[in-house]
């Protein structure tokens, strides 16, 4: 299909078929590591050399005129939700309305308390997760909300969640800036 | 809502993926040669173009390049760029050449950086030879050779090559 | 091509290097509304929505397009997300045309996008995975080696490149939408700038832009009924290859040439320089536009740079190419090849003002990505095919 230009003149050269494994950390018996082997998926998995990728970068996001001031209203202990055309009020606020696609800009406070609507608990916190001990993914309905956010309650145990069971921010010592202004909600009383 | 909060404009969201990347089974061959200072190639049947580094097929055909063939570390310098710019991710010094070379025996160039090179004395057809690590520092990994570098034997001519430029 | 389509509406934002005064919503939806307003309809009007952007991992965003669904008015509608690398702009408005030529749609509304401002493309493009070696940076890196291949292959005199940037810089001055506007341009301000990537000097390279582009499509009746003529698509065309395999001519690759063949036969063009009236075509460095010159069938092979030479090319040319300035003066990289489809269906609608090239009748668009592996194009036309 496409026209292929080879280089008729490359010197011979002589196929080999095994290959040492002699690296210090992968010691062990020679093995033979031909394509065909590999192919026809014989190769162990342990003879395929794995590694860490790691890509990391710390993206700075324009937040816009909407999203600009409810985070700024995080960091003076502020919720805000914005009024959608059907009256509904979305939290976090959006600047565009999910359902007619109009621009939103009557902003409402909400909360600071709401209830717990769902739940998932996180026995086993991973590094980068919000708590470093067993916590509960929840989504939250603010007072005033229409709709729910997604943040993590610190409750201590599972059996103290419950549907409906209200909630309140407990804030960051030291604002920087983003969603974790809010450290987690904890079990109100 | 006349009391609006001061606006932020814009935060920082860190994203960190971590993966457990499997080279696959043809860079695995080719990888462990360089422990032994061999440059493997893979091709799918004799007088075949070799593939260097090995690609399990041949990308023009998806047919099974199945069989590993060793090429020299000599080869011939195809094209090549002067480099200026920093970059984190770069391990080498400012200035340097980066380089494509044309291994003998390959039929596929192989993108690496070129030293012991005057700047002024890069060029397309020089020929260049893999300078490897110390033995005990070889490992599976394209690190294993260190650079490239010219040696002395004369140019190839263009047109012998122009066709991988 | 079983239904006719035509451009519509077009619109764009101003590129930049930093648009922080907008969210990504923001962003893409200031383009979505100017090409709405150039139709004169609304988000109701519309029955799809095709968006494209470069890898996700410029921005951080997975699923980009879920997110911005709500800001382009996809609520309820058929949204679809293309990507091709570089080259995604293009194909993008390819796949949103294929919606309207094949009679699924009547109104498309097709945008792409990209924010660099929020990450580094460069890191994006240079993530080397385990056991191997970054040899190079970013995309000059890659891309230096082959326009040196360019140059011994061509004889090309060294300052074709610089000739070439010039004359973008000088077109960009004329748009108002350009990113870099550099009123004292001038060869040697060129020819001094720092060489980054040998023989890449600054000036002959893209900037890292924020922007959007957007263009709106309609069916043959819709189309004939639009406030300013519609563009009309005379033929779309793609074709890829790998980024290496054996007897491969990264210069001038075969996939491009395909590509280019397959379009002038859909719109019956039989001598490509004589019968198109202008071009803008992906120019992330210079002295692409030499290459793509051959590749496109406009000059004889290693010929290229020629019209650069005889001013052809130039917006007073007789084959003008790239009138916005190009891809070296706005480079929103996912948006980049939707821009260049934008300026050329402008050119036949008559809307591009300063840098209008007098009667263009037949106007190419094109874009390319990857290591210049991915081809789109799109010929359009100030009559109907």
């Known amino acids: 299909m496409i026209a292929l230009r080879v280089r008729q003149d490359a010197p011979p050269v002589e196929p080999i078929v095994a290959v040492r494994r002699s690296a210090p950390t992968h010691g062990g018996p020679m093995r033979r590591l031909t394509m065909e082997k590999v192919m026809a998926q014989t190769l162990a998995a342990d003879e395929v050399l794995r590694g860490p990728h790691v890509l990391e970068y710390p993206y700075r996001r324009s937040l816009g005129p909407v999203l600009g001031r409810f985070f700024g209203g995080l960091q003076e202990h502020r919720l805000l939700g914005i009024r959608m055309r059907s009256g509904k009020v979305l939290v976090p606020p959006q600047e565009y309305d999910p359902q007619t696609g109009e621009a939103l800009e009557e902003f409402v406070d909400v909360g600071p308390g709401g209830e717990i609507v769902s739940w998932s608990w996180v026995s086993k916190p991973r590094p980068k997760q919000p708590l470093d001990r067993p916590f509960a993914f929840a989504l939250i309905r603010l007072d005033g909300a229409d709709t729910t956010l997604l943040h993590a309650v610190d409750a201590g145990e599972e059996s103290k969640l419950s549907v409906g069971a209200r909630v309140t921010p407990r804030w960051a010592e030291e604002p920087g800036g983003g969603i974790l202004d809010i450290a987690c909600f904890e079990l109100e009383g | 809502m006349s009391d609006l909060p001061n606006a932020l404009k814009s935060i920082v969201t860190p ?82 050449v980066c380089a494509t070379v044309l291994l003998d025996g390959a039929n596929l160039g192989f993108f690496h950086v070129l030293q012991n090179c005057a700047l002024d004395e890069v060029r397309i057809g020089m020929r260049v030879q893999a300078h490897w690590a110390p033995d005990d520092q070889l490992t599976e990994n394209v690190s294993s050779i260190r650079y490239f570098e010219p040696i002395d034997e004369p140019d190839v001519p263009f047109e012998q090559i122009e066709e991988y430029a | 091509m079983a239904n006719l389509c035509g451009v519509v509406g077009i619109g764009q934002t101003k590129y930049d290097a930093k648009r922080i005064d907008v969210s990504m919503p923001g962003l893409v939806r200031e383009a979505a509304l100017r090409a709405l307003e150039d139709a004169d309809l609304t988000f109701a009007d519309i029955d799809a929505v095709v968006i494209g952007k470069a890898p996700d ?11 911005l669904a709500d800001a382009v008015g996809a609520t309820g509608k058929p949204l679809l997300r293309v990507h091709t690398a570089g080259s995604v702009g293009g194909s993008t408005a390819n796949v949103a045309i294929s919606l309207i030529t094949s009679g699924i749609h009547d109104r498309v509304l097709t945008l792409s996008w990209e924010k660099q401002s929020e990450s580094n493309a460069m890191w994006g493009l240079t993530v080397s995975p385990p056991f191997s070696v970054a040899v190079v940076a970013g995309a000059g890196g890659f891309f230096a080696p082959l326009i040196r291949s360019y140059i011994q292959r061509s004889g090309a005199p060294e300052d074709t490149g610089i000739r070439i940037a010039l004359k973008d810089r000088l077109n960009a001055l ?8 550099i009123e004292d341009i001038d060869f040697d301000k060129i020819a001094s700038s720092p060489m ?11 900037p890292s832009s924020d922007g959007a582009c957007a ?16 563009a009309w698509v005379h033929g779309t065309s793609m074709r890829s290859e790998p980024t290496q395999f054996p007897g491969r001519d990264s210069v001038n690759p075969v996939a491009g040439q395909l590509a280019a063949r397959d379009l002038y036969r859909q719109a019956g063009i039989e001598n490509p320089r004589q019968e198109i009236d202008c071009a803008e075509i992906y120019v992330p460095f210079s002295w692409f536009e030499a290459m793509w010159m051959e590749n496109l069938g406009f000059a004889p092979e290693n010929e290229g ?23 070296l003066s706005s480079n929103a990289i996912g948006a980049s090849g939707m821009i260049r489809y934008a300026e050329a269906a402008m050119q036949v609608r008559s809307q591009a003002g300063e840098h209008q090239v007098e009667g263009a009748r037949k106007a190419l668009g094109h874009a390319y990505g990857g290591g210049s592996q991915y081809f789109s194009m799109c010929l359009f036309g100030k009559e109907k095919p």
């Open chain 3, 215 to 230: 263009m709106v499509l309609a069916r043959e009746d819709l189309a004939a009924k639009a406030p300013t003529p519609a």
């Open chain 3, 174 to 181: 004329k748009n108002p939408y350009a990113h870099l506007r």
């Open chain 3, 196 to 206: 980054l990537w040998d023989p890449i000097r600054y000036l002959e390279s893209c």
């Open chain 2, 15 to 96: 994203v960190r993926l971590e993966y457990d990347h499997s080279a696959g089974a043809a860079a695995t061959g080719f990888l462990r040669g360089l422990t032994q200072k061999k440059i493997l190639g893979a091709r799918t049947g004799p007088g075949e173009p070799v593939l260097v580094p090995p690609r399990g097929a041949d990308p023009r055909t998806s047919e099974l390049a199945a069989e590993l063939v060793e090429v020299s570390d000599k080869g011939t310098v195809v094209t090549y760029s002067i480099v200026r710019v920093p970059s984190d991710n770069i391990p080498f010094e400012l200035p340097y």
């Open chain 3, 57 to 67: 991992m410029f921005e951080g965003v997975m699923l980009p397009e879920n997110y």
């Open chain 3, 305 to 327: 740079w020629k019209m650069v030479y005889e001013g052809a090319t130039a917006l007073d040319g007789d084959f003008p190419v790239n009138m916005s300035g190009g891809v």
